[in-house]
DNA sequence: TCTCTGCCTAGACAGTCATCTAAACAACCG
DNA sequence: CGGTTGTTTAGATGACTGTCTAGGCAGAGA
């Protein structure tokens, strides 16, 4: 098992991506998205599905955009925004490995 | 499989947990914990692998109980944290779901 | 009891963040 | 071309955060 102590630049990277998902607006933001049938949603289904003002739904979009979480296109007068899918898988991996290593014991 | 939306407070909870997680610093505090051999370390030995006075590595093991993520006892004169694996489970999994409907395609 | 060491709390300070309003940009449609 | 709608950018503001220094509490040992 692989559960060596991370490096300095390694948690810089990691933390990037968590600190973006620190925020239940954006967390849920993230979830809309992943539960969407056919993968993609609409910015201004996204804006009807909170009580906040657009350019701030806009500003979470562009922080989790920016953590490499999601993705975006404009098509036409719409902008569609996707999940990333490897990179939620490299920060779940993470915490399931440090779960596994905790739970079933010493390492060494 | 699981993918609805996220509740407003659902995302608040798992939130708490992603931003404590959302700090270079308590990332690698929570690595050196993880990959301890005995599942427990001293706050002697976390502190010195940083440069940080000890007062901060103090705030940032705080943050990480408080989410839940880490607990601690005193034995003695010196203080044991060690991980709390269903907690790095559950969001592990949020992670690993939302990842997988989105590479998979529709969920309908 | 006195002192020493390990750890935490309190308070201060600079930097970052979430949110808003106002304004700009982009695409469609008459 | 002008107007309407969807989305983003810019700037302001109040709140929160990471870090420090100073000081306090807890346990061990002389």
């Keep these: 098992m692989v559960t060596e102590a991370l490096t300095e630049d390694a948690a810089a990277g990691l933390a990037r991506g968590f600190k973006a998902l620190g925020d239940p607006v954006r967390l849920r933001l993230l979830s809309l998205i992943a539960a969407r049938a056919g993968g993609e949603v609409c910015v201004c289904e996204l804006t009807d599905a909170f009580t ?30 996707w999940i990333v899918p490897a990179r939620l898988a490299v920060l779940s991996q993470l915490l399931d490995v440090s779960a596994a290593a905790a739970s079933t014991g010493p390492t060494r």
Tied chains: 1, 2.
């Design 52 to 81: 906040l003002t657009g350019p701030t739904i806009s500003h979470h979009l562009k922080v989790l955009r920016e953590a490499g979480l999601i993705d975006c296109q404009r098509r036409g007068t719409w902008v569609y925004y």
